[in-house]
């Protein structure tokens, strides 16, 4: 079940969103990222590296969101990390009594049983500005960036030519920006500008969800998620075949977060342009 995308990098999809755990092999052992969604599929990865010899020596989390947050006791109790941006949303989202119900809450009903929590967003925040995940094993490069979530990152595995895009730049799913932002659009944009600089170093893209996409489709994608934002910024149809009716998650909630996404921008526009004159 796990699928080989670049030399020593591995993939796991979940049947849940096609959410991708990425598996980078190092000297003693590996780096997981974003271990995965659903408990069995978590313990059978756990048994799968076992298998090959391979412990998982460290975690990585690209954003506080909790389908990223996840671990499965049988991966061991190596460090786990995110941003230091990530770590301080988590603590400060989830560390009151009441805070993995919510989270249970968030997910849906017909998985949620099945989802482990107990181990939720356990990570260490890695100090501002850390240039790349500290493990033994090839060099991660964190970009970190305001876009999807706080202190989200995408990692660049420049030996492998690998980017973890985490939350951006999916073919399944359209840019869904953290609107709680001051300027969630400028953020975005910002982002897509900094990970079109990276892309000259890609030859595989593993988004959070979707497709494993070659080096032609790190631009394509970035010009789509760009298109998208331009739209939502002004108020057009967007035109993006993943909310289209045809789409994987086109039929249900896709174009609902489009349509939220739309109001809650327009409402904010609207709030700016009546504000007094000052
Ligand atoms: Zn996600």
Avoid at 139 to 163: K, S, T
Avoid at 263 to 277: S, V, Y
Wanted: charged share 20%; net charge negative; hydrophobic share 45%.
């Amino acid at each position: 079940m796990l699928r080989r995308v670049a030399e020593g990098v591995l993939i796991h999809q979940s049947e849940f969103l096609q959410s991708n755990a990425v598996v980078v092999q190092g000297r003693a052992g590996v780096l997981l990222i974003d271990p995965g969604v659903l408990g069995d599929e978590m313990a059978a990865l756990a048994n799968d590296l076992r298998e090959l010899g391979q412990p998982v020596v460290a975690g990585f989390s690209t954003h506080p969101h909790w389908d990223h947050l996840l671990w499965h006791a049988r991966l061991g109790a190596g460090p786990r990390y995110g941003t230091a941006r990530c770590a301080a949303t988590v603590r400060a989202r989830l560390s009151d009594a009441g805070a993995k119900a919510r989270v249970a809450g968030l997910i849906p009903p017909d998985i949620v049983e099945q989802v482990p929590l107990d181990l939720l967003g356990l990570i260490t925040g890695l100090p501002a500005e850390t240039a790349r995940i500290p493990w033994d094993g090839p060099q991660v490069r964190i970009i970190e960036h305001q876009a999807h979530a706080p202190g989200h990152a995408a990692l660049l595995i420049e030996e492998h030519g690998v980017l973890v895009a985490g939350d951006m730049l999916s073919d399944v799913f359209i840019p869904m920006l953290d609107l709680n932002a001051a300027d969630p659009i400028e953020d975005y944009l910002a982002a897509l500008r900094l990970l079109e600089g990276a892309a000259g170093d890609v030859d595989v893209l593993v988004p959070g969800h979707g497709s494993v996409g070659g080096a032609d489709q790190v631009r394509a994608r970035i010009e789509q998620d760009r298109a998208y934002v331009h739209a939502l910024r002004d108020a057009g149809a967007p035109g993006d075949p993943r909310v289209g009716p045809s789409a994987t998650f086109g039929k249900d909630w896709l174009p609902g977060v489009h349509e939220r996404q739309l109001q809650h921008l327009e409402i904010r526009l609207r709030h700016k342009t009546t504000l007094p004159n000052s």
